[in-house]
Nanobody, 118 residues
Framework: VQLQASGGGLVQAGGSLRLSCAASGRTFSNYYMGWFRQAPGKEREFVATISWSSGYRYYADSVKGRFTISRDNTKNTGYLQMNSLKPEDTAVYYC????????????WGQGTQVTVSS
């Protein structure tokens, strides 16, 4: 599966953005989907994951209550709604996919920059 992330941009603290992850090449509903982020000088970190049919969602503590992961399998697209953004959310955000519920993510998008100004 090929993934293309989009929707990043510059936003003020307290604002919102919605990231999209468009999938192609394989049946999107066969894949768990996740979002990760990498800030300058830091390692890539997990943000959120969603199961094949959206029945299971899990978030990093740092974004719980502010971010919502979702997907529309009819559109082969996943989303990350980000509200109440903070400067520490500034990072390149990546979407990823894997076939199983556990293990490594084997498919990655190219990343989209999110910058939150204070």
């Amino acid at each position: 599966v090929q993934l293309q992330a989009s929707g990043g941009g510059l936003v003020q603290a307290g604002g919102s953005l919605r990231l999209s992850c468009a999938a192609s090449g394989r049946t999107f509903s066969n894949y768990y989907m996740g979002w990760f982020r990498q800030a300058p000088g830091k390692e890539r970190e997990f943000v959120a994951t969603i199961s094949w049919s959206s029945g299971y969602r899990y978030y990093a503590d740092s974004v719980k209550g502010r971010f919502t992961i979702s997907r529309d399998n009819t559109k082969n697209t996943g989303y990350l709604q980000m509200n109440s953004l903070k400067p520490e959310d500034t990072a390149v955000y990546y979407c990823a996919a894997r076939l199983s519920a556990y293990g490594e993510y084997g498919y990655w998008g190219q990343g989209t920059q999110v910058t939150v100004s204070s």
